[in-house]
């Protein structure tokens, strides 16, 4: 972990780093709290899937598990982020922070 940890600080600063990567990044940073909140649910979907269907957790499943708890965990933060902005109440519950209100032309 702490090898990792060193390794992920070492990639992160130099400064070429692809703009494809930036952005990827930007999202997940943006949208990390939510997806914290809802991979463990997509985690016991996907396992219960896994052992529904006798799939053997190998290398490749668990590498195809992760990238789809990920996934999962990011369109669903994105779909809430974009629902509370018409449910501002679903914002509130899940951050404890209301939306910024849109400024007034007056």
């Known amino acids: ?17 692809p703009r494809i990567i930036e952005k ?7 949208h990390s ?17 896994l052992e529904r ?4 957790m190998s290398a490749v499943t668990v590498i195809a598990f ?3 708890t990920v996934t999962i965990s990011l369109i669903f933060s994105l779909f809430i982020t974009k629902v509370s902005k018409f449910l501002p109440i679903i914002n509130f519950l899940l951050t404890g922070t ?7 032309g007056v």
């Open 53 to 56: 269907h006798n799939i053997v």
């Open 98 to 104: 209301a939306l910024p209100k849109p400024k007034s």
């Open 1 to 17: 972990t702490f090898a990792a940890t060193l390794f992920f600080f070492m990639v992160f600063n130099q400064n070429n780093m």
């Open 24 to 30: 990827i990044l930007g999202i997940f940073g943006k």
């Open 33 to 49: 709290y939510l997806v914290y909140l809802f991979h463990p649910l997509a985690m016991y979907y996907l396992s219960t899937y």
């Open 66 to 68: 992760y990238v789809c």
